[in-house]
């Protein structure tokens, strides 16, 4: 199996922005559903966003609408994260993952099988 990769992770003032990619390497990223997921220090790991392979319907939880965008790049293998007016609570380390539910976006991480080892992000003055 493929490996996953975050990266664009670190420390920014609130109200700003970051952008986290999500690259494959051994696969190919297309065929899958792709889901960002968060876990903050002592809470549990929680959905942020998805995108599916087929349609490229998009998803997103209340706490993030408005703010962040999924998108991705299938010439480059790349899933991407596009993270404005950032606040403290956003804090967390970042994971992508792959589903094999090419139609359908979940925020359950039981649906989901192939994680990346995560990248921080801290939202702080």
């Known amino acids: 199996q493929g490996q996953l990769v975050e990266s664009g992770g670190g420390l920014v003032q609130p109200g700003g922005s970051l952008r986290l990619s999500c690259a494959a390497s051994g696969f190919t990223l297309d065929y899958y559903t792709i889901g960002w997921f968060r876990q903050a220090p002592g809470k549990e790991r929680e959905g942020v966003s998805c995108?599916?392979?087929?349609?490229?319907?998009?998803d997103y939880a209340d706490s993030v609408k408005g703010r962040f965008t999924i998108s991705r790049d299938n010439a480059k293998n790349t899933v991407y994260l596009q993270m404005n007016s950032l606040k403290p609570e956003d804090t967390a380390v970042y994971y992508c993952?792959?589903?094999?539910?090419?139609?359908?976006?979940?925020?359950?991480?039981?649906?989901?099988?192939?994680w990346g080892q995560g990248t921080q992000v801290t939202v702080s003055s």
């Open positions: 993952a792959t589903s094999g539910f090419r139609a359908r976006c979940s925020a359950n991480t039981l649906d989901y099988s192939n």
């Open positions: 995108i599916t392979s087929r349609l490229l319907i998009t």
